[in-house]
């Protein structure tokens, strides 16, 4: 096997985390025990390649939690305890299959040492010295089975994690906070029409951007989610300061597209930016958006007809929904908008990842948080 390939791995991820991301460094769990990993064998009623064994007596995983470290596959490595929790679940589904059905799925040598979480997906490496894949690593999908061909080993593996920490490989990490984050920016936009390009003229139609009625509307908690900590901070920031962040959002956003070049969106944003009151539906700038929405939908430009959208909302007054979203869509091809959108906000201190309990707690007039706030009432009843 390449145990030798397992440790020079660690050492080069040990050291970018501590370095980069302390954070995750500090999720890294201390080495297994000889004698708990010999437990585990006899329980799984295996014998684990020796590059598994070499990784888990560095570490025993890594404790769960958004800063725990997790290959770029979005997978959070596994502790002996997880791998049999996990490696067991699916065993028993495999079962439930019956034999023929299993083939391919899941089997008895399989041993799950990375996992998605949210869905019982992860990375496996096959543990029976009779089969050609003998610890190579592949990957579980719940609804495909499991599939091997990422990598001739799991120091290969590890060693692929390693190069992309240190930006040796296309999928590259960001560190917000002292965490470590995969992200999947892309590199550029496609290409964009020209900014002198004239308004629709009075017998054009553009679609419509399907905006609310009311730009006051509350703003669901989902739209939150992705944000994480930084969720949490809009939802409790002052309004003024998220109508701030808004307007700063709404212009990194449409220079970073291109849009801020058409002059109906320059003069609406200058006007965003000094409080001014919100631009009229029939106005320019919003017959300009429509414009975009509808040249970017014909040519498959998803990220500026979602643009053309969230610019509205923020040009409407839409402040929390716009500040929700834009960067969402930043995401999409600008490494480090988490750190644009915190410097937005005011830089204040991040607090720690909100949970149903928060959005629960949450006493907010501009977010709709009311199912959280049903579920804690009926899960902490009032004694009398």
Not at 13 to 36: G, Y
Not at 160 to 189: H, K, N, Q, T, Y
Request: hydrophobic residues 40%.
């Amino acid at each position: 096997m390449t145990t030798h390939l397992v440790d020079a791995a660690w050492d080069r991820i040990e050291r970018r985390l501590l370095t980069h991301a302390p954070r995750t460094f500090a999720t890294l769990a201390p080495p297994a025990r000889e004698e708990d990993i010999r437990a585990t064998e006899r329980e799984l009623g295996l014998v684990f390649p020796p590059d598994l064994r070499a990784s888990l007596l560095r570490h025993d995983g890594t404790r769960r939690g958004p800063e725990a470290l997790r290959f770029d596959t979005g997978d959070r490595l596994l502790g002996l305890r997880d791998i049999v929790e996990s490696t067991t679940f699916l065993r028993a589904v495999a079962g439930d299959l019956g034999e023929d059905d299993a083939v391919g799925y899941w089997a008895h040598g399989y041993v799950q040492f990375g996992s998605y979480e949210v869905t019982s997906d992860g990375v496996a490496i096959d543990c029976d010295p009779h089969r050609e894949t003998y610890g190579t690593i592949g990957r579980f999908f719940d609804e495909t089975g499991t599939t091997f061909g990422d990598a001739d080993s799991l120091g290969a593996y590890l060693t692929r994690l390693a190069d992309g920490l240190e930006g040796r490989s296309p999928v590259g990490p960001v560190v917000f906070a002292g965490r470590l984050i995969w992200d999947g920016s892309c590199a550029r936009l496609p290409e964009w029409e020209h900014a002198h390009t004239p308004l629709p003229g009075p017998d054009a139609e553009p679609p419509p951007l399907d905006l609310p009625e009311d730009p006051s509307e509350r703003l669901k908690v989902g739209h939150l989610y992705g944000l994480g900590e930084l969720g949490a901070v809009i939802a409790t920031a002052p309004p003024e300061r998220v109508a701030e962040a808004a307007g700063k959002q709404a212009r990194r956003l449409a220079e970073e597209t291109g849009l801020a070049a058409y002059p109906e969106l320059a003069e609406a944003l200058e006007g965003l930016e000094a409080s001014a009151p919100a631009v009229p539906l029939e106005g320019p700038a919003l017959l300009r958006l429509r414009a975009v929405k509808a040249w970017a939908e014909s040519r498959g430009d998803r990220v500026r007809a979602v643009a053309a959208v969230e610019l509205a909302h923020a040009l409407r007054g839409s402040a929390y929904r716009a500040v929700a979203e834009i960067p969402t869509t930043r995401a999409l091809y600008v490494p480090l908008w988490r750190d644009d959108l915190h410097a937005d906000l005011g830089s204040p201190p991040l607090p720690p990842e909100p949970d149903d309990t928060f959005w629960a707690l949450l006493r907010n007039p501009a977010i709709d948080a009311d199912a959280y706030a049903d579920w804690y009432a009926e899960a902490h009843p009032v004694q009398d």
